[in-house]
């Protein structure tokens, strides 16, 4: 088995490199294993280097994403499909927000002892494109808000949650919606639209929490279609929205269970992929199920409850 810890460094409020090191020593010197650091350099630098390991060689190669869920969207669409990868999060980011699908035992993923002794469980990964997305994806407002927030935050006085606060004020002000053609269970949208979210995951920009009974491992997208809406009831439906109280607000929220979706604009858009951004004129979004081998601590409530379940079903 070989590990190797991918390092961004650019990931969290400082350098993760020494913690990362320091521990990695430890943890897998007292295992008996090599292992190895690769610390990366730019944008996509990842998923090259997984795809040169893994074609390398056929042995169990395990991935310890160490960064935000950006460095782990990466480093997830790198190994999706590949029998013999597996990746997880050793969170080093700010947001960390798709390990916090696993409710209480998210914590459990910080401690690298853990991971190296986990278990591998197959999850869902969206292939949106030519890209892939492991929590969250999304375009519309929310989307731009998040794209825009570095213009802000680097601003005197300005910084961190901050700079979202002044993106998301921009945007209200210049405007929510935008035309668009989304069709998804068999239902066809079209005209302005407000937001699209796709969720595989639950949280998302630092705590939104549209479906909070998404399962990343369902074979299944929960879809939220928000169409043109105006400021009043956008300021009204937000916090809700937020809080995954969607099912009080049909009138404006409408939820979809489908493996597709597909979202059109004559205009290209933006697209959060995990915390990422890209612009698109077409997306395609199809579930893979189990197309990811995920590594997990051993004995997660999450899974078990699931296991339980459908082996009752099946009884």
Do not use: W
Request: aromatic share 8%; hydrophobic share 35%; proline share 4%.
């Amino acid at each position: 088995m070989r590990h190797i810890l991918i390092v961004n460094p650019a990931a969290g409020r400082e350098n993760s490199l020494g913690k990362v090191t320091a521990e990695a020593a430890e943890v897998f010197g007292a295992r008996g294993e090599d292992h190895e650091i690769y610390v990366t350099r730019c944008r996509m630098d990842a998923a090259r280097y997984i795809h040169e390991a893994a074609a390398c060689s056929r042995e169990e190669l395990r991935i310890y994403a160490c960064g935000g869920d950006g460095t782990l969207n990466e480093c997830a669409g790198a190994a999706a499909g590949l029998a013999h990868v597996a990746v997880t999060h050793y969170p080093c980011g700010t947001g960390n927000d798709f390990i916090r699908t696993f409710g209480d035992e998210q914590d459990r993923f910080r401690s690298l002892a853990e991971l190296a002794d986990g278990e591998v469980r197959p999850l869902d990964i969206m292939r949106c494109g030519d890209r892939c997305s492991l929590n969250i994806c999304s375009v519309g407002v929310d989307a731009r808000i998040g794209a825009d927030v570095h213009k802000y935050s680097g601003l005197p006085l300005i910084g961190g949650a901050a700079g979202y606060v002044v993106s998301t004020a921009v945007h209200f002000f210049r405007g929510l919606s935008s035309p668009m053609r989304i069709t998804a269970g068999g239902q066809v949208f079209d005209g302005d639209m407000t937001l699209v979210c796709a969720c595989n995951g639950r949280y998302y920009g630092g705590g939104f929490n549209p479906v909070p009974d998404a399962r990343p491992d369902d074979g299944l997208l929960d879809i939220l279609v928000v169409p043109g809406i105006t400021r009043r009831i956008f300021a009204r439906v937000i916090v809700p929205y937020a809080r995954g109280h969607y099912r009080n607000y049909p009138q404006y929220l409408t939820h979809i269970r489908s493996d597709r979706l597909r979202i059109e604009a004559e205009e290209p858009f933006i697209v959060n992929l995990d915390g990422e951004s890209v612009r698109r004129k077409t997306l395609d979004i199809e579930i893979s199920a189990g197309g990811l081998r995920f590594l997990v601590p051993r004995g997660m409530k999450f899974f078990e409850e699931k296991d339980s379940r459908e082996t009752c079903e099946i009884e």
